[in-house]
Nanobody, 131 residues
Framework: QVQLVESGGGLVQAGGSLRLSCAAS????????MGWFRQAPGKEREFVSA????????YYEDSVRGRFTISRDNAKEMVYLQMNDLKPDDTAGYFC????????????????????????YGQGTQVTVSS
């Protein structure tokens, strides 16, 4: 079992920044790909970003590339999402998730975009961006 707890959400004006954190506990954190997803009311859950177990590979949804940065600290069992130049369309509940997929999987980038490929999920933190 891996427990995930997100924090750092809040209300921010368009153009502002937030840093989301996800604290993990339980099984060996450094074995897992970590991802961030978001879901706005009335919309489907959407992939935001993911990072490989060693932090060397990162993946982003096109609309956040260049504005958001994912990182992790395996010693602290933490994953972060730095969000800059926030837009009202970024308003959503943000969730972190842990996937036990092997980096050796061909097509790993596509697999990490699929919420069903993740084994554990947090409760989420709300991000609201005002215009």
């Amino acid at each position: 079992q891996v427990q995930l707890v997100e924090s750092g959400g809040g209300l921010v004006q368009a153009g502002g920044s937030l840093r989301l954190s996800c604290a993990a506990s339980g099984r060996r954190f450094s074995d897992y790909h970590m991802g961030w997803f978001r879901q706005a009311p009335g919309k489907e859950r959407e992939f935001v970003s993911a990072i490989s177990p060693n932090g060397q590979s990162t993946y982003y949804e096109d609309s956040v590339r260049g504005r958001f940065t994912i990182s992790r600290d395996n010693a602290k069992e933490m994953v972060y999402l730095q969000m800059n130049d926030l837009k009202p369309d970024d308003t959503a509940g943000y969730f972190c998730a842990a996937s036990g997929l092997s980096s050796a999987n061909s097509g790993i980038a596509a697999m990490l975009r699929n919420f069903m490929e993740y084994d554990y999920y947090g409760q989420g933190t709300q991000v609201t961006v005002s215009s």
